[in-house]
């Protein structure tokens, strides 16, 4: 089983779907084993791809989309 977090400097780690908003398949702050199949995933990219210097097909900046604020 793995956590899920998506890091930000600015904002503190909030509950949420990853990569799609509401859908999910990981969720964000939640120990779940599609969690941990991401984390395998994201140790190759980082071991195979990142390393080397190539692009990630992923968007660079923090997205606040799916996650959920906390009431105020």
Not at 9 to 34: A, I, N, R, V
Not at 45 to 50: D, H, Q, R, S, T
């Amino acid at each position: 089983m793995a956590y899920l977090i998506d890091f930000s400097y600015d904002t503190e780690p909030l509950p949420g779907k990853f990569p799609f908003p509401g859908l999910g398949p990981f969720g964000l702050l939640e120990e779940s084993q599609m969690n941990y199949v991401g984390k395998m995933m994201f140790k190759w990219a980082y071991w195979n791809l990142m390393l080397k210097g190539l692009a990630l097909p992923l968007e660079p900046r923090f997205n606040i989309a799916g996650k959920m604020l906390p009431s105020i």
